[in-house]
């Protein structure tokens, strides 16, 4: 944390997946062949700007999408090199891509490896062909394992995989089963997320209509409890509500976020935070790319921060951490103890036992992170 | 002006029979509105009387009106149609010396066409008939003329057919209030009195009171006396509604007007009150109003507790324009403080609520409205409650007695059988039946208020399929087995949860509405426990299980904006609901206690 430049964390989205999964609401659209190379031409633009305009010192990486494994070799090299040769930071690099089982191969492993990736992060999901039909992923469970495997012949050896609990029809010892499968794999780091209805995805639609039903709650939260215990019995540390992994191989990235710190973000949808303004990019690939050709700026939203609401957010983030929000230093940021700042909401939730504190941090208890909208909402 | 050329009178009739568009006809007909400023409806110029297309409050207007070459002064006042209103065309009619009842030829005579009719009878105005929207494909003007005739005892010589969207009809109407309606008496030589039938607030001129000059001659600057609070003031401006206020030196016997006085609250007028000369005063004053009855009750409460001085200001400052509602503050355990307010119904209630919010911009939180019950107390002192929070503990009541109103029912004859079974259900006396028409019955009963303020209307309305219209009266208090059944929220009674029913009722309706309370209220972060009971026995338990799991999974590609959006879209979910304990209690629970039984 000894550098002065204003961005050490880049996000940057590839908007382009082989085929949309029911469940997801990230800002995505089918590949489209022709609008490959308009897209990385733009994302670079992007970038060229952001270098312009702001000190630059990486320390971590994040291209995420989407699927930006669907990007063909080439252009992904092109994209790759690029962030690969911007400007180090002192912490060394961090460099996430995100992908899909059934899209990559030896070849594209090899692309990654070459430009300095040193992560990859496997939208698995599950490994039970009906529950994949369920979320309409399109790979097959075999495809994860070639995929882990393609990764470390190609010499990546920090690998995350994401699971998601509470698929419809699924049972709770099927999901213990895909814990098994998931811990054979031996990576270092895990995301196990509750399934999500988002409103205007076509999952939420069937579910309106009765298509599909939602897991019991009682059955998902017991997924949850038992996935905190059968990881952490795997040797795995439990560090955000959805995230475990095993000691000092944290997602540094993601940890950025959550304890608001700056990151850019670049290409459609993605957001930004930096010298205390919160951006959003167009979620338009086409816009995007329009805006970035005309020298227009493609950012939709924009939303200065107070100090206060600054200070919201990060209680809203960091309670999402296992080691809570270090008193020290929120008081160190914010000018209060998050316990002045807070007292009702953290009054309300030490009676419900939802929360803990003590002389260093107030963090979430087991019961806690069940109900964390629930107690984060009065932080806010 | 020649008292023999004065007109006064009231429109009335049954709410949307087209009251006042036949007033815009006949102001237009005597050029006092411009076809180019010619709105619908141009006397209903309070904003919510155009929004909800009702009239609410009463309008006098003066217009000059040429007939067969003379000029008359017609003084009309247009009236609300709706029950809660009714007392407004009570007091219009005293002012009066006649009423034009309106009818819809499409509908033939309604409930309220009859309370109508029957209060002018009984004001001893002269009515003439006019059969309205005969323009349209479905009317029945002859049909409707025999039934005004049959079914109210009116003489329908002067009968009227009249369409007030066309004008078709207008011209021989004016004749006819010209030639019919008798002109005022009163002398404009005797001693001055005028009657105060209505008064409203301007934020300029104070209270303006509307007046009819009964007898005598009031000028501007003269000194005058409101008799009925013993208090002087000086006439500081005269006027006529035509229909903009108006500036006159005096208005004398027969006259219709308003009264500028240096009165600077709504309440240091009583409406019925009389205006005489302070120097020169009248032996005795006209017969007054009752003042209006407030009919239902409930408590308002700042769904933010910190924002009770603004609802105070804005109850305080709605109470300068409308006298016929009541507040005061009130204390609840459960809800901390807030106020009682009494109203004329719920349509009422509903507009005086939405007032406050709209120009307050408070937030409130209603608790069910609820008739005012009268307790015979074992001391024989007699008591009024008006929310079941209220009452005393059985062991001090006596006899607990509920306001009766007796009920007209216009409705076709195949639904009589189902209409019996419905007023049956809730427990409605029955009184008489009488045949409007081989098609059309009245049905007349007795209910205990209670039963039919909520969703009665709408039970009658789809057995009838729209087509049964109803109306009522308070009679009295009538004693009755009624219990109070109290609502325990995780062992803490909630008053404003509690009601009063019959107690043949009170386990089905415990039980009913503890089930909706359960849905409500949703599942929170700990246990809930949920009972009704009578005094200290429980009638109904449902209990609520901790919520289990509210966690948003991923938080992800930093869009840190959007996750905090949808935590406070949660939060603000709150905001218009009381907490009672720790728990959360939404508006819709409050109101599940007026849910029909089915
Ligand atoms: N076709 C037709 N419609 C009419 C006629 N008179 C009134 N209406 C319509 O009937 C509806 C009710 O008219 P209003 O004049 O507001 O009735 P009202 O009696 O004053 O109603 P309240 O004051 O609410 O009791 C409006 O939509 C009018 O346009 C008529 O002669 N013919
Ligand atoms: S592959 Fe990932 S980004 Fe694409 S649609 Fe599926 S879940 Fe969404
Ligand atoms: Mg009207």
């Known amino acids: ?380 | 002006m020649d008292q023999k050329l004065i007109r006064n009178f009231s429109i009335v009739a049954h709410i949307d029979h087209g009251k006042s568009t036949l007033a815009d006809r006949l102001l237009q007909r005597a050029g006092a509105i411009s076809d180019r400023d010619l709105k619908e409806q141009v006397l209903d110029d309070m904003e919510l009387e155009r929004e909800r297309g009702i009239t609410i409050k009463a309008s006098a207007v003066s217009i000059d009106m040429p007939v067969d070459g003379e000029t008359y002064m017609f003084n009309l006042i247009d009236t609300p149609g709706h029950v809660d209103f009714h007392y407004e065309v009570d007091r219009a009619m005293a002012a009066c010396d006649g009423a034009l009842l309106v009818v819809d030829a499409t509908q033939g005579v309604q409930a309220q066409t009859v309370a109508n009719a029957y209060a002018a009878i009984g004001n001893d105005l002269e009515i003439i008939p006019v059969i309205n929207k005969i323009d349209l494909p479905g009317a029945q003007p002859e049909d409707t003329a025999l039934e005004v005739e049959h079914v109210l005892g009116i003489d329908a010589e002067h009968v009227q057919f009249v369409s007030a969207k066309t004008g078709e009809g207008v011209e021989e109407l004016v004749r006819a209030i010209a030639k019919v309606l008798p002109p005022p008496k009163g002398d404009a030589g005797a001693p001055l009195q005028a009657l105060v039938f209505d008064s409203v607030y301007d934020d300029y001129r104070g209270v303006i009171c509307y007046l009819r000059i009964a007898n005598g001659t009031i000028r501007k600057g003269q000194k005058v006396l409101l008799m009925g609070r013993a208090r002087h003031y000086v006439v500081t401006e005269l006027g006529k509604f035509r229909p903009a206020m108006t500036p006159v030196a005096s208005l004398s016997a027969g006259e219709v007007g308003y009264m500028v006085a240096n009165l600077k609250k709504l309440q240091d007028v009583t409406v019925g009150d009389t205006v005489t000369d302070a120097l020169a005063p009248a032996a005795e004053a006209l017969p007054g109003y009752d003042p209006p009855a407030q009919m239902v009750f409930c408590d308002f409460y700042p769904a933010g507790g910190e924002e009770y001085s603004e609802l105070r200001d804005a109850l305080n400052r709605l109470s300068l324009n409308d006298g016929s509602f009541t507040f005061q503050p009130e204390n609840s355990d459960a809800l901390g403080f807030g106020f009682r307010c009494g109203f004329l119904g719920l349509l009422h209630m509903d507009i005086v609520q939405e007032r406050l919010e709209r120009e307050a911009g408070v937030d409130i939180v209603q608790t069910a409205p609820s008739v005012s019950y009268e307790v015979l107390l074992r001391d024989g002192k007699v008591q009024r409650v008006d929310a079941a929070g209220d009452l005393p503990t059985p062991d001090k009541i006596e006899e607990l007695r509920e306001p009766i109103v007796e009920t007209q029912m216009i409705i076709p004859a195949e639904s009589v059988g189902p209409i019996m079974a419905l007023a049956e259900q809730r427990r409605g006396e029955y009184k008489s039946q009488e045949y409007l028409s081989p098609q059309r019955v009245m049905l007349t009963y007795e209910f205990p208020f209670n039963e039919i303020l909520y969703d009665f209307y709408d039970k009658l309305k789809s057995a009838t399929r729209g087509y049964g219209t109803m109306d009522y009266h308070v009679v009295g208090y009538r004693a009755s087995d009624l219990v109070k059944v109290q609502l325990l929220v995780n062992g803490q009674s909630v008053d404003a949860l509690s009601f009063i029913c019959h107690r043949s009722a009170a386990d089905r309706r415990g039980r009913r509405i503890l089930h909706r309370l359960r849905q409500e209220i949703g599942r929170q972060l700990f246990e809930i426990v949920l009972q009704a009971a009578i005094g200290s026995k429980v009638i109904a338990r449902e209990t609520l299980k901790p919520l289990r799991k509210n966690v948003t999974a991923k938080c992800y590609g930093g869009d840190v904006t959007r996750k905090r959006k949808l935590l406070e879209k949660q939060k603000a979910g709150k905001k218009r609901m009381k907490t009672i304990g720790r728990v959360d209690i939404p508006q819709k629970a409050f109101m599940v206690i007026l849910e029909p039984e089915d």
């Open chain 1, 1 to 380: 944390m000894t550098t002065s430049a204003e961005i050490r964390s880049l996000y940057v989205h590839v908007p382009f997946c082989h085929t949309l999964c029911g469940y997801c609401d990230f800002y995505s659209q089918v590949i489209d062949r022709r609008s490959v190379a308009p897209l990385v031409d733009a994302l670079l633009l992007e970038l060229q700007q952001l270098a312009a305009e702001h000190e630059i010192a990486i320390e971590t990486l994040f291209v995420g999408g989407g699927t930006p494994t669907t990007l063909p070799p080439e252009e992904l090299s092109r994209l790759l090199r690029a962030l690969e040769s911007l400007p180090r930071g002192e912490d060394t690099l961090e460099f996430t891509v995100e992908a899909n089982p059934a899209t990559v191969n030896s070849e594209i492993a090899g692309v990654l490896a070459r430009h300095a990736v040193n992560r990859v992060s496997i939208g698995a999901q599950s490994f039970d062909p009906s529950e994949l039909r369920v979320l309409e992923r399109i790979h097959a469970p075999k495809q994860v394992v070639d995929t882990v495997a393609a990764c470390r012949a190609a010499g990546i050896e920090r690998i995350n995989v994401d699971l998601i609990f509470g698929v419809p029809g699924q049972s709770l010892a099927a999901w213990e089963s895909n814990l098994e499968r998931v811990l054979e794999l031996r990576t270092e780091h895990l995301s196990c997320y509750g399934l999500t209805y988002e409103r205007g995805t076509p999952l939420f639609r069937q579910l309106q209509q009765g298509l599909v039903r939602r897991v019991d709650a009682e059955v998902e939260a017991e997924m949850y409890e038992t996935t905190i215990d059968r990881l952490g019995a795997a040797g795995f540390g439990h560090y955000e509500i959805s995230n475990f992994a095993r000691p000092g191989r944290e997602c540094r990235h993601n940890l950025r976020y959550w304890h608001n710190q700056t990151y850019a973000g670049i290409g459609p949808a993605a957001a930004g935070f930096v010298r205390g303004l919160r951006y959003k990019n167009v979620p338009d690939t086409a816009e995007y790319v329009r805006a970035i050709q005309a020298g227009r700026s493609p950012r939709i939203e924009h939303e200065r921060l107070t100090l206060d609401r600054t200070a919201r957010e990060t209680a809203m983030l960091e309670l999402r951490l296992i080691e809570g929000i270090d008193r020290r230093c929120f008081a160190e940021r914010f000018g209060h103890d998050p316990m002045d700042l807070f007292r009702d909401a953290v009054a309300k939730h030490v009676e419900l036992e939802l929360l803990a504190v003590d002389e260093h941090a107030l963090r979430l208890t087991r019961a806690g992170l069940l109900l964390a909208d629930s107690v984060i909402a009065d932080f806010l």
